[in-house]
């Protein structure tokens, strides 16, 4: 059931569902102001598509790699950062967490999640997080960024820095290819919908959390991950979570293996970034499954 508390009406709530773009639109302005909020906005020089914030790196922690490569298009250095467990062993595959980040966020911000590295560590996940190309590139869910302008190269760059990122580390390590995992927050959200299907057959799980709806795909293309398991984290004080509800019922529908965890009280951030039983659930739905 899709709630609209601003909406009294039988009548109009029908007509809200049945034209889940119009509610989306204004969701999309929701979170224009819940990112801003929480990252700000970042300049870049007139013609470019990227900015010095692009490379910044916030994340301090030992264990956490910060790596970077050549963009072939362009020959622009692009960050990424990488964790490796204890563990890990050439002779051994290893399962491979993509994570993806939220709007303006660095490239290493997933990495200080609390419990993340912990808990990967303790599970034996190898976790990558790339940048996206840039801090708001969308990994390619997005046709036109929250400022209006067009994200026809951005996003197309962005989708394809994550991929160059996954191919790094699949010939730097042994990845288990049936252990390939994928999940992001917010913006990462979004992202996660449109490169699961993209790549239908390179996943054995994704998972959402309070995810942005990405502006390229629909609900209804969710036929085409509806073999991959799925787990959806979603707060109720977010105003995504209308969104979130309408794909979530076409999953339903779709028979897909979703779990949908609706949190009463929480919110668009805190309750994933700042909260270890969150996390330590979003790692223990991915331990095991294969593809």
Known sequence: MIIVASIPSRKRLRAVAQNSFAAIIILYATLVILEKAEGGTFMREKGTLRSKSDDQQLVNDPRVQHLSYVFEETGETIPYALFVPAAYS???????????????????????????????????????????????????????????????????????????????????????PKRMYLWGHSMGGAGTYHLAMEFPDMWAATAVVAPATPQVRKPSDLELIKHVPMLVLQGTKDRLVHSTRIWVQEMRRLNMNVEYDEMDGADHSLFISKNKKNVRRLLDFFDGKTR
């Open 90 to 176: 050439a002779e051994i595959e290893t399962p491979l967490l993509v994570s993806l980040h939220g709007l303006t966020r660095t490239h290493d911000w997933l990495m200080g999640y609390e419990g993340l590295l912990d808990y990967a560590d303790d599970l034996k996940f190898i976790v990558v997080t790339p940048l996206g190309y840039t801090r708001q590139g969308w990994y390619g869910s997005w046709s036109r960024g929250t400022d209006g302008r067009s994200l026809k190269v951005e996003g197309a760059y962005s989708q394809e820095d994550v991929m160059n990122v996954v191919a790094l580390v699949q010939e730097a390590y042994a990845i288990d």
